[in-house]
């Protein structure tokens, strides 16, 4: 098993930095609602970040390990997509104003990428000691494949819950102030500590990305091992989501074959999974095919929308 050398995290750590970096300084400046053209923008960016270290990964590894990067980076773009529906939800139950929608995302990606850190350390630990792990895996996928093809309100009825379950339980800490009127996650009124809204959606967005990484860090490990390649591809995935969601949060329910797309993606990668060292398919062929059907679900949905009642019709 490959860690990596220190050169390859060192200048994946500085890529990271940097855009993270021009990220806080571009908000602070500008002091003001990220615009759709703004986010657009930071996705972008990142988007470029994730595709400069790719490029690094694939002159210092090798090409296959340049299409391992790729692929996986792309797996885990589509399935961090999702996570947008749930975002929506999220904010429209707390009530958190849009400006103030940004400040949670950053403090909920920063939590999953040290969460996910843990979870992939324990992935590779338990492939590289115990083979029959993976078929533990690949069950896993097929269950969250099934889940997205056919239960489609069930992330939904978890957020729903989660976000009953948070208030109460927070509450059993601290009170909780039913509105948001500031980006903080504390208060205080007269001399006590009230938890805001905002403490509450931070906490149901990690609940809900700890579901996800359960889907994602399995099916990225069907591609590669290489712990260096599975964190970075997750980091960068996970880095350009708060800006992304700013892009799509308006259209995002409009994608209706997304969900089904992600569930063939995991089924894909499950059956992959099971059939191990009996189906040898070259390195670029995960990649098309994930291309392919993350590219079909976004054109289907566009070429194809749901049909909605007109106004005034019963």
Request: overall charge positive; aromatic content about 12%.
């Amino acid at each position: 098993m490959s860690l990596g050398s220190l050169t390859d995290w060192g200048v994946f750590a500085a890529v990271v930095l940097a855009g993270m970096v021009g990220d806080f300084v571009v908000t602070k400046t500008r002091r003001r609602t990220p615009t759709h053209r703004d986010a657009l923008k930071r996705s972008i960016v990142w988007i470029g970040l994730a595709l400069l270290f790719g490029g690094w990964i694939a002159l210092r590894m090798g090409s296959d390990a340049g299409v391992a990067y790729l692929t996986a980076y792309l797996l885990e773009k589509s399935l961090s997509v999702d996570n947008l529906f749930l975002f929506v939800l999220i904010f429209t139950q707390t009530g958190i104003p849009q400006k103030f929608q940004f400040r949670v995302l950053f403090w909920g990606v920063a939590g999953a990428l040290v969460m996910r850190a843990v979870m992939i350390a324990a992935g590779v630990y338990l492939l590289e000691r115990f083979e029959w792990v993976s078929y533990i895996f690949a069950v896993i996928l097929l269950v969250s494949a099934w889940r997205m093809l056919f239960a489609k309100e069930a992330e939904t009825k978890i957020v729903e819950a989660s976000c009953a379950v948070c208030t109460s339980w927070v509450g059993r800490i601290l009170p909780i102030r039913p509105y948001t009127d500031g980006p903080s996650f504390f208060v205080r009124d007269r001399g006590r500590l009230l938890a805001t809204p905002m403490l509450v959606a931070l906490v149901v967005i990690e609940t809900t990305d700890l579901v996800f990484a359960v889907d994602s860090i399995p099916a990225v490990l069907a591609v590669t091992r290489d712990p260096l390649i599975v964190y970075t591809s997750n980091v960068f995935a996970l880095l350009g989501l708060r800006s992304l969601y700013f892009v799509l949060s308006g259209a995002i329910r409009d994608l209706r074959f997304l969900r089904p797309g992600l569930g063939l993606m995991l089924a894909f990668i499950a059956t992959k999974m099971l059939l191990g060292d009996r189906l040898q398919l070259p390195a670029w062929t995960s990649l098309l095919v994930i291309a392919l059907i993350f590219g079909v679900a976004i054109a289907l949905s566009l070429l194809l929308p749901e049909a909605r009642p007109r106004r005034g019709a019963r």
